[in-house]
């Protein structure tokens, strides 16, 4: 399990150059308008979201899992607990196809539980350069 923030920046090769020397690791995936690393030390999943003209930097947190049943068991238990929002099962967004649900906070923060299933699926013309994890700007 890692922590996930997810950031709105203005210039997408100005960050990528900041946090490949911040936390002294490449990108794992790059797209127009998006990239992310998946940093070991400390375990963080930092999404990056070229959203220029943003009212907030922070885009979204959330908790990336690497087993099924995590998402399950978190599914059962904000839904228990009444703070469950959306989820979502095979949904390809973010590059990636993933199982996920969400729950947003009293003011408004929005958090996701998420699992990749396939980190490089194809991507059609329909859904190409759609970045639907992300908050929009």
Same mark, same amino acid.
């Given at each position: 399990?890692?922590?996930?923030?997810?950031?709105?920046?203005?210039?997408?090769?100005?960050?990528?150059?900041?946090?490949?020397?911040?936390?002294?690791? $490449?990108?794992?995936?790059?797209?127009?308008?998006?990239?992310?690393?998946?940093?070991?030390?400390?375990?963080?999943?930092?999404?990056?979201?070229?959203?220029? @003209?943003?009212?907030?930097?922070?885009?979204?947190? @959330?908790? $990336?899992?690497?087993?099924?049943?995590?998402?399950?068991?978190?599914?059962?238990?904000?839904?228990?607990?009444?703070?469950? @929002?959306?989820?979502?099962?095979?949904?390809?967004?973010?590059?990636?196809?993933?199982?996920?649900?969400?729950?947003?906070?009293? $003011? @408004?923060?929005?958090?996701?539980?998420?699992?990749?299933?396939?980190?490089?699926?194809?991507?059609?013309? $329909?859904?190409?350069?759609?970045?639907?994890?992300?908050?929009?700007?």
């Amino acid at each position: 399990m890692r922590l996930q923030l997810a950031l709105n920046v203005r210039n997408l090769d100005e960050a990528v150059a900041y946090y490949a020397k911040l936390f002294n690791v $490449e990108p794992h995936k790059r797209r127009p308008g998006y990239a992310n690393f998946a940093v070991d030390s400390p375990p963080l999943k930092l999404v990056l979201f070229e959203h220029p @003209g943003a009212a907030e930097r922070l885009n979204h947190l @959330g908790v $990336e899992v690497f087993d099924p049943k995590q998402i399950t068991e978190t599914l059962n238990r904000l839904d228990q607990a009444g703070i469950l @929002g959306d989820v979502e099962q095979g949904t390809t967004c973010c590059h990636a196809t993933q199982d996920k649900v969400w729950s947003d906070e009293p $003011e @408004g923060l929005r958090w996701e539980w998420y699992r990749i299933t396939d980190d490089g699926p194809e991507i059609n013309a $329909e859904s190409e350069g759609k970045v639907c994890c992300a908050k929009p700007a």
